[in-house]
């Protein structure tokens, strides 16, 4: 757009008139356009296109897994592995990736696995939300010896048997309050449909409007985002459900198709500045993940691992959406409304359901409640370990079995947890985490040391449980849980457990070697990821760098002998010897015992070999003091060590 930027004007001097009497011109016309498309049009064609490419069966819809290394050159010894994206491993379906390290393809041209392709399943739900589990409130101590223990069988006639989250919520529900909305601000409002309509308090008015004639054409279709301060902060201490009312009575047909809320708590005077087109939207926005989705028109909603919900089905009249999310922010300024591109929306992807892509929406409203838990509970079970609760105010057992094929292959193992208050997690039978509890031994009736905002319980924590891959075995296993509350009259006691097996083997980088990488979920082949790494270094081939390799790379340098050049500047210098030991080792100058610091450990090492200025030709090495491979230690090495090294006092 630069380059012809100037050209512009003789155009439109020439032919700006062309089509109608005012002319078109650049300052007014072309870089508004330019500006649309630089901003809005560019930024999101990209996922638009994929996401055609995707609908047509030419691209694929899987997440392509992906390396812990970048293509490059690394240090030898360097290990690599390759993992499944975030977020892609669900519920229902396993993710295995197939990789090659001789640059072919893992895919076969007609869909098979290439015969030289190994495969893995990096990322491995052990236990998810469909995962049955037991759930006990201890009267006793009677259990103490196994309840946490892999034995078959174990009687659960009494358990209470669940799946996804356990526990009760026995909070009186409070009635949502609505909140006040001011200063409306978006990126883009139709002409006669300003943002600010959408807060006035007119359900059936002309409402905030996404089209934009233009003359010859048809109207363009925006894909605009509105943002809100609240008039005042908002946010409950045990976490906040936000009921979003979206009424969309403008016209017939004109509902969203795709859209997504935020909220942030940025202050509010660092965005929205009022403005109808054009208005400052950017603050650290936290997209919400609704739980409930209600349309008078019996339309479908479909919400996205980003947060974005699809609109499909119903009447498509004048529809009204209720939308009710949980969050655990406090303090809340801001509201954000995206309306979004999709590919399986009318016109040019929507973001409206019109024939054109176009929406209109009448009146946004947002009301606010303490969060609550019932959503997620079985009310029956809930109500039975409540009874029992109260009846027994001890703590909660739950046993979680969870089948591993093979053990082996897991290289780490993570909890991720939703709790209330405290816990102690065993692996068949040996304890593994505790949380918010006393390290001493843990009775059935122990108490969590502090109370737990039930707002905190609405993020799940993560805890490392590799220390217990030991203790699985292939097969059966079982993760058993204590769940304590701080109080004996608990009112919410819960948790939602996920535990995830990870399996990354490393594999050491040799020489000049090409990985590619594809992932097949059910028999659904992923894009290609690649990686090309080079090692530098390891100038003896042994695999790793060490003291030796610097002194063959010291040895080239009084030689001048260039194929050892690490720099790429066509000489061998101290400029290799520093890239060598600081990128290569991880350590600086002065390290002549290479344990990761120059110290006073050094110093005294190359003192005691007695080579300081001996008057001895060359024999001097690393270890020695010579750290400018000049093959002497002398006052020069010191220098350029404290120069360029780092000493750790």
């Not at 045990?238 to 942030?264: H, K, P, Y």
């Not at 349309?295 to 009447?315: N, P, Q």
């Not at 109080?487 to 090409?514: D, K």
Request: glycine share 8%.
């Amino acid at each position: 757009a630069s380059e012809v930027e100037q050209a512009i004007l003789g155009e439109s001097a020439r032919w700006g008139d062309a089509r109608r009497a005012t002319p078109y011109t650049r300052d007014a016309e072309w870089i508004a356009e330019r500006d649309r498309l630089l901003n809005e049009y560019f930024p999101q064609r990209t996922a638009i296109l994929i996401d055609q490419l995707r609908d047509a069966g030419l691209y694929s819809d899987v997440a392509a897994p992906q390396f812990n290394q970048t293509s490059g050159s690394v240090p030898a010894g360097t290990s690599w592995h390759v993992t499944a994206p975030a977020g892609t491993v669900n519920y229902t379906t396993s993710y295995t990736t197939y990789y090659t390290t001789d640059g072919t393809d893992p895919r076969l041209s007609g869909g098979g696995v290439a015969p030289n392709a190994r495969g893995i399943t990096p990322t491995q739900l052990l236990i998810g939300p469909s995962t049955m589990m037991q759930a006990l409130v201890p009267t006793n101590n009677s259990l103490d010896a196994n309840w946490n223990e892999l034995t078959a069988p174990f009687d659960t006639t009494n358990w209470t048997a669940m799946s996804g989250m356990v526990g009760f919520d026995t909070r009186a529900a409070v009635d949502a309050e609505l909140i006040a909305l001011q200063n409306a601000t978006a990126t883009f409002s139709q002409a006669g449909r300003p943002v600010a309509n959408l807060i006035d308090g007119d359900l059936a008015g002309r409402g905030w409007g996404l089209s934009q004639p233009v003359d010859f054409q048809g109207p363009v279709i925006r894909a605009a985002t509105a943002v809100f301060e609240t008039a005042t902060d908002i946010g409950y201490v045990d976490g906040t459900a936000l009921t979003f009312t979206i009424a969309q009575n403008v016209s017939s047909r004109n509902n969203l198709g795709r859209f997504r809320l935020s909220v942030t708590t940025d202050p509010r005077d660092t965005f929205a500045d009022g403005l109808d087109t054009g208005g400052d939207v950017e603050a650290n926005w936290t997209v919400l993940q609704p739980f409930e989705l209600l349309s008078t028109e019996g339309a479908d909603f479909e919400v996205a691992t980003d947060g974005s919900i699809l609109v499909s089905g119903g009447t498509n009249s004048r529809d009204t959406y209720t939308i009710i999310a949980n969050t655990s922010l406090q303090h809340i300024t801001g509201i954000r409304l995206e309306t979004l591109h999709h590919h399986s929306l009318p016109g040019h992807a929507g973001p409206g359901r019109s024939s054109n892509g176009a929406a209109m929406v009448s009146e946004l409203q947002v009301a606010a409640a303490p969060a609550r838990l019932d959503h997620e509970l079985d009310s029956q079970s809930a109500e039975q370990l409540a009874a029992a609760w109260t009846a027994t105010p001890t703590s909660l057992y739950l046993r979680i079995p969870f089948h591993v094929a093979d053990p082996a292959a897991l290289t780490g193992l993570e909890l991720q947890l939703r709790y209330l208050d405290g816990f102690v997690a065993y692996v068949n039978g040996q304890r593994s985490a505790i949380s918010n509890m006393t390290g001493d031994v843990v009775q059935f009736d122990s108490r969590a040391l502090a109370p737990r905002n039930a707002g905190e319980a609405l993020e799940y924590a993560s805890f490392d449980l590799s220390q217990a891959l030991p203790l699985l075995q292939t097969g059966d296993n079982l993760l058993a849980l204590q769940l304590t509350g701080n109080l004996a009259a608990e009112e919410v006691l819960m948790a939602a457990p996920r535990l995830f097996g990870y399996a990354h083997p490393s594999q050491v980088v040799v020489g000049e070697t090409t990985i590619q990488a594809r992932a097949l979920v059910d028999g659904r082949w992923s894009a290609l990821s690649k990686l090309d790494l080079t090692t530098f270094g390891d100038f003896n081939n042994d695999l790793v760098i060490d003291v030796r390799d610097i002194e063959l790379l010291c040895l080239a340098i009084r030689r001048q002998d260039t194929t050892h050049d690490l720099t790429g500047d066509q000489q061998v210098n101290q400029d290799d010897v520093n890239f060598l030991v600081n990128v290569g080792l991880g350590t600086s100058l002065g390290d002549a015992n290479l344990d990761g610091r120059f110290d006073s450990r050094d110093l005294v090492l190359i003192f005691q070999r007695g080579e300081y200025e001996d008057a001895i030709d060359a024999n001097s090495t690393w270890s020695d003091g010579d750290w400018n491979c000049d093959g002497e230690f002398t006052t020069s090495d010191l220098v350029i060590a404290f120069q360029f090294g780092s000493y750790v006092v």
